[in-house]
């Protein structure tokens, strides 16, 4: 009787089609660096993604901070980010030997364009920053103060893998794109990770990057520390048994994201994400608000009660990423008034393909219920 409502569920084809595709690996004995299932994996994406340039990494993180790497951004020049956000984005700035100033978000919980024109200098060398929740960043805006200061562009598209914006795929924008194929994200290859970028000429160097440094010739030599961020071949067969179902999963979500809306519409306190007409979401999370001035409640109390009640939430993000232990020390800049609001007042309600129009409904009861 007792039902739980997780709060994520991978979205993954049927063990068949996955088993299909992994036989031959058995034949080829080709298992990673770089093997045939890799190889087709990548032209896939450049067909979905409409992007001539696409490298497979082994995971989001790496591929992030290999495009940083491979771009050269002088070391100690400044890259504005958002803090609110999965704590990747700003560790590959720190460890690339970058210094993060922390911009605000905007009510599309991504960085506030006036925020970065109060924050860019001469010593900025590039905008980092993610599309929170699969909702894009003001593309055009950013590309046009990027084009202003003559800086980089790489977005962290880790959770909007599939959003489109005016029918043109989230890939195309920016000077780079990373995208995580971590197994609760939207399209998943297990863990894995894709950088779909715009200069051919970076090819050369994300390679070397993923693998060591090492440049293969009459010598091995090695011009770059490079790391290891291989994907395997059964990370990239997970990835090709994913891919033809990624449409129908983004549709299934825009479907139970409208009866969410519906749902909530009569809760009141509940604000759920004004979408817009021109940009295709993939509705990777289910992001509201809560106004508890209208609720009576706080967004932990209502976490816990729906905890309480079987309904698993995330508090995405309760904490920016420029508060942790790790950075709060540091002389970092911090422009975060609205940012800090929303790590308390944020939630995020499941969202997975396999979750029912039924589920919505008793998850708007037990609301109902408690606020
Ligand atoms: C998931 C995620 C990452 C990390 O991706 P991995 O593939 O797990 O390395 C980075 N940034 C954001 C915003 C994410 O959601």
Redesign the pocket.
């Known amino acids: 009787m007792e039902r739980i409502i997780k709060a994520t569920r991978p979205e993954m084809a049927s063990y068949e089609e996955y088993i299909d595709e992994i036989r031959s690996v058995w034949d080829t004995g080709a298992m990673t660096n770089n093997g045939p299932k890799v190889q087709m994996f990548a032209e896939k994406l450049k067909a979905y993604m409409n992007c001539p340039h696409v490298e497979l990494f082994v ?6 901070a290999a495009a940083i790497k491979a771009m050269e951004l002088p070391r100690g020049t400044e890259v504005l980010t958002s803090p609110f ?2 704590v ?2 700003t560790n590959a700035i720190e460890q690339c030997g970058l210094i993060p100033v922390f911009c605000d978000i905007d009510d599309t919980y991504n960085i506030d364009t006036d925020s970065i024109r109060r924050n860019i200098t001469s010593g900025t060398s590039a905008i980092v920053t ?1 599309h ?1 929740f699969g909702i894009p960043c003001h593309v055009e805006e950013i590309e046009s103060i990027a084009k202003e200061y003559g800086i980089k562009v790489i977005y ?1 598209g ?2 909007a893998f599939g959003t489109k914006i005016n029918g043109k795929n989230i890939a195309e924008f920016g000077d780079a794109v ?1 995208f ?3 197994a609760i ?1 939207v399209f998943n290859a297990i ?3 894709a950088l779909a970028y715009r200069d051919a000429k970076l090819k050369e160097k994300l390679e070397l990057y993923r693998n060591f440094g090492i440049s293969y010739g009459a010598t091995n030599d090695v011009e770059v520390s490079g790391f290891n961020a291989k994907m395997t071949e059964f990370s990239a067969a997970m990835g090709l048994v994913n891919l033809p179902h990624v449409e129908e999963t983004i549709m299934r979500r825009k479907r139970l994201a409208r009866h969410y809306q519906e749902v909530f519409a009569e809760i009141p306190g509940i604000e759920t994400y004004r979408y817009e007409e021109s940009i295709d979401y993939n509705y990777a999370y289910f992001p509201v608000v809560i106004d508890a001035g209208k609720t009576g409640m706080t967004r932990d109390a209502i976490w816990l009660a729906l905890k309480e009640n079987g309904v698993e939430t995330r508090k995405l993000y309760d904490v920016l990423t420029c508060d942790y232990t790790f950075y709060k020390s540091k002389p970092y800049k911090r422009d975060v008034r609205y940012a800090r609001e929303m790590t308390e007042r944020c939630l995020d309600f499941p969202m997975y393909s396999c979750l029912r129009e039924e589920d919505v409904d008793y998850i708007g009861e037990v609301l109902k219920k408690i606020v």
């Open positions: 995971n989001g993180h790496a591929s992030l956000t999965f990747s984005t993610p929170i962290d880790a959770q990373m995580s194929f971590h994200k863990e894995g990770g």
